[in-house]
């Protein structure tokens, strides 16, 4: 400091505002770094946090080359095992470059042939997409009725020498309680506008022109079931007499 310096009014609170402020200045550099480098940490937590959880499953894909797995359990239904929840594993599954093939594990006594087709028809059209990508279906206990339907579209079918599989057939089912209702003394009133609208009525005699009716719709639903095992199945298919019957047979 030059000797006029010295000699200038208040330099010594001159001097002491400019130590001041070039403290106060390096502070802020110091904490601007240190905001810095406490982002880049919080991310690469949160990178390692995520790949983890992808990783163990917290996530819809899986790294790398896999196998995808697809659980059908219970009935097959718009509740319970819906085509729009078995659908929707399907695509992600076939859809991830990764996948090499595709397991869907059934467990089901069937349920809705509507269901049930939808899912078929999906599984149609993924392998058509992705004609390398194979689906192979694995039974548990039981692979029955709609159960086998959808399985009949996969490469293959693996089950234990104890699985129950088959019951390629159609029914429709319900009570008759006229009899009761004649002990009791009881009178059904059933108004109706339209000749069948009370079709199968469990509470009305049995109409012989409906039973008809409702036997050609079953024998129309059970034709496209039979359609759609030996379609699935091919040549590997032994048809017997008994096949398309609603029997069951163990793995």
């Known amino acids: 400091m030059s000797e006029q310096q010295y000699n200038t009014p208040n330099w010594e609170r001159q001097t002491l505002e400019k130590v001041a402020m070039a403290a106060i200045v390096e502070q802020r550099k110091t904490r601007q770094w240190g905001i810095f480098f406490k982002v880049l940490t919080f991310l690469y937590l949160f990178i390692v946090l995520f790949a983890f959880m992808g990783w163990m499953g917290g996530g819809d894909k899986v790294l790398g080359k896999h196998t995808a797995l697809i659980d059908l ?8 095992a819906s085509a729009d929840l078995i659908m929707s594993g399907l695509q992600s599954a076939f859809e991830d470059k990764h996948t090499q093939g595709v397991i869907l594990r059934i467990n089901s006594p069937g349920g809705s042939p509507v269901q049930a087709g939808q899912i078929y028809d999906e ?7 992705h004609p390398k990508t194979p689906l192979y279906v694995v039974v548990d206990d039981i692979c029955a009725s709609g159960g086998y339907y959808v399985a009949a579209a996969a490469d293959k079918i693996f089950v234990d020498k104890a699985s129950i599989v088959g019951s390629i057939g159609v029914l429709m089912d319900g009570f008759g309680f006229t009899k009761a209702m004649d002990k009791l003394g009881v009178e059904r009133r059933l108004l109706t506008a339209g000749e069948n609208k009370g079709f199968l009525d469990p509470f009305s005699p049995s109409d012989p ?9 079953l024998s129309e639903i059970h034709q496209q079931f039979i359609d759609v095992v030996r379609k699935g199945r091919g040549k590997r298919l032994k048809e017997t007499p008994d096949m398309f019957s609603g029997l069951v047979w163990s793995g």
């Open 73 to 80: 359990q219970g009935v097959i239904s718009s509740d319970e």
């Open 123 to 129: 599984i149609k059209r993924l392998r058509a997409l």
């Open 209 to 217: 022109k409906q039973e008809a009716f409702a036997k050609t719709m």
